[in-house]
Structures are given as structure tokens and as C-alpha cells.
């Protein structure tokens, strides 16, 4: 599911600009990436803005964009490693689909524009930031009809954990999110309010809690907990977003032979956990050992969270074309 390059198109080539350390162009969460401090080379400050790559400072969006004014628009975070963009087709079909819910025509060629953006970066780019708004237009909640979308890609070099490297710490929040929580809109303002309390919890992630206390997802990830030896994980009811991750670690257990059921954790049921772990784009598969200051089991990484993160990794090598070790 690496997409072969398509055919390359007449661009203005980016101008001379100089590399730019890793992590500069986009500070993400601590939980999915740290600065790289120089360690693994860097990127080219460029972007790609309507289909123009250019220098980053040069990059201008309209104030009246409504991406910037309403939030009225969809975005997509998509893993590049050793220069080859990971699962591009899972991520611009839930785009694609996103995109035609809200009535904004998704752009032809966005899998070009990523192709090109990366090959523009470098080899040290690790990740891109796609965003698609309805386009430019006088301030009104209705939008004109025949907008023109704007499509921005930025890209990174996140420094990446390893396969459950980490134990992560987590802190519970309600979710007073929006009711379309599988749509991947940048209207994100209590996802935001979620890291702030995250932040101040010394945490590393933050775990949105519906009315009956069932743990939805994480600001930027899907959970995962092991409980009477079945697998759960939310269901797919719109309360959270469809992870493409999530999707590749269900068919991963389903070759584990793990039992799985699309059911919403419990807070009130967290004393019976026997694991737990957290899964997305960046973040690949990583265990959670602390909820709101208490341990998930004993603390330590499952065996199942260590089994799945192991095949994981091993199945993003395999899509960058490198062997397996066995």
C-alpha cells in the first residue's frame, strides 16, 4: 500500500533555500515526536501550497480563507519513511470520503502534490500535514457556491519511538467534542482544551470520556485494552475517528488469532485491565501504563501490546519493500 510515484508534472523548482533541522517545520504533541536535534539530518523549509511548492516563509494564506475563519475544512497526517509515503491510499480515501460528506470537491491530484513535496524535502521527511479547505470567500456561514479549494501539505522529520518503547501516561477528560468525531476536521478547539489539561497532567495523551464514562479514543490516538482476554476497542458509531492504524492493528490481530470486540472500554472497568495500549499514525503502537495517576494492570508492557507493536513494524518495513527479520 505504498503508492508508486505518478508521473511528475512542469513545477517552478524550489528556490535555495537552506535545510531546515528536523522537527523545525511542525511541533507536534510530545507524545508523537521530539525534536530531533540535528541527529538524523533535516528538511527543506517548502511546503506545498495549491499545488506550488515554495519556501515555507513564502507561503501566504488568504484571511479570508475559510479553513482559518469557520475551521471549515479536513485534514489528513500521513507517515513517510525512508522516503516512501505509508498506507497514501487508506489516507486520501478517508479524506476523499470526509471531503464529500461536507460538500467540498476533493483536488484530482493531491497524490501527486505528496510525491512531489516529498521528493522536493529530502529523504529525512517523515511526515506530512495535508489540509484541504473549501477555499477563499467573503465571511458568511454559507458559503458561495463555486469556491475553489485551498490545499496546504507541510512536511516534517519526526523522530519516531520504537515499537512500544515507551510507557505512556494518560489522563482522562469528558468529551464535549462534536458529534461527527469521524469526520478528520480542524475544528479541534476541544481536542485542544483536552492537551492543554494533558500538559499541565505532565501526561502524554488525553482520553475523551462520554456521559457513561466509556473511553472514546485519545486526542491523537485510539485505545486499545485488553480485559477477560478480549481485545476492545470503541466502536465505529461516529464517536471517534476511523484510525487507519486502528484498522491495520484489527486485521493484525485477527492474524494473531486475539479476540476482538468493537466495545467501548470502561473507566469503571479499568481495575480489570490486564493491558492496554495506545495506537495512531506517528505514535504507532505504544502501552499505556498510567491512567490519571494509576497503574493500567501492573504497570508494565503486555504481551499483546509488545506482540502487535512487533508486527506492526514489521509491516511498515514491509511496505517500504525491506526484509523482515524472522
Known amino acids: 500500500m505504498v503508492h508508486p510515484r505518478p508521473a511528475a508534472r512542469p513545477q517552478a523548482p524550489p528556490a535555495d533555500q537552506p535545510a531546515a533541522r528536523c522537527g523545525e517545520l511542525f511541533s507536534g504533541p510530545r507524545e508523537l515526536f521530539r525534536r530531533a536535534r540535528g541527529r538524523t539530518g533535516g528538511v527543506k523549509p517548502l511546503c506545498s501550497l495549491d499545488g506550488r511548492i515554495l519556501p515555507l516563509a513564502e507561503a501566504r494564506i488568504d484571511p479570508q480563507d475559510r479553513g482559518f475563519l469557520f475551521g471549515d475544512s479536513l485534514y489528513e497526517g500521513i507517515k513517510v519513511l525512508d522516503g516512501k509515503i505509508l498506507l497514501l491510499d487508506l489516507h486520501l480515501e478517508r479524506l476523499r470520503s470526509g471531503l464529500g460528506r461536507v460538500d467540498i470537491p476533493p483536488p484530482d491530484d493531491l497524490e501527486l502534490r505528496c510525491h512531489e513535496l516529498v521528493e522536493a524535502c529530502g529523504p529525512d521527511t517523515g511526515f506530512l500535514y495535508l489540509q484541504v479547505t473549501r477555499g477563499v470567500g467573503p465571511r458568511s456561514h454559507v ?77 491523537s490516538t485510539t485505545l486499545f485494552v485488553r480485559r477477560d482476554d478480549l481485545l476492545e476497542t470503541h466502536p465505529l458509531d461516529g464517536h471517534i475517528l476511523p484510525g487507519i492504524t486502528r484498522r491495520i492493528l484489527l486485521r493484525l490481530a485477527d492474524e494473531r488469532r486475539l479476540p476482538v470486540v468493537e466495545r467501548a472500554p470502561l473507566v469503571a472497568e479499568r481495575d480489570s485491565w490486564q493491558e492496554a495500549f495506545l495506537c495512531g499514525t506517528l505514535t504507532g503502537v505504544q502501552p499505556l501504563t498510567v491512567l490519571d495517576d494509576d497503574k493500567v494492570a501492573d504497570g508494565t508492557v503486555g504481551s499483546w501490546t509488545r506482540d502487535l507493536a512487533e508486527d506492526h513494524a514489521a509491516f511498515e518495513k514491509q511496505l517500504t519493500g525491506q526484509e523482515v527479520p524472522r
Open 143 to 219: 458559503p458561495p457556491r463555486d469556491l475553489t479549494p485551498t490545499v496546504l501539505i507541510l512536511p516534517s522529520a519526526p523522530v519516531y519511538d520504537p515499537p512500544a518503547g515507551r510507557p505512556r501516561r494518560a489522563v482522562t477528560a469528558p468529551d464535549w467534542r462534536w458529534q461527527h468525531c469521524d469526520l478528520k476536521t480542524n475544528s479541534l478547539m476541544a481536542t485542544v482544551q483536552g492537551k492543554l489539561r494533558m500538559r499541565d497532567s505532565d501526561a502524554d495523551e488525553v482520553l475523551f470520556v462520554g456521559p457513561a464514562g466509556e473511553l472514546r479514543e485519545g486526542g
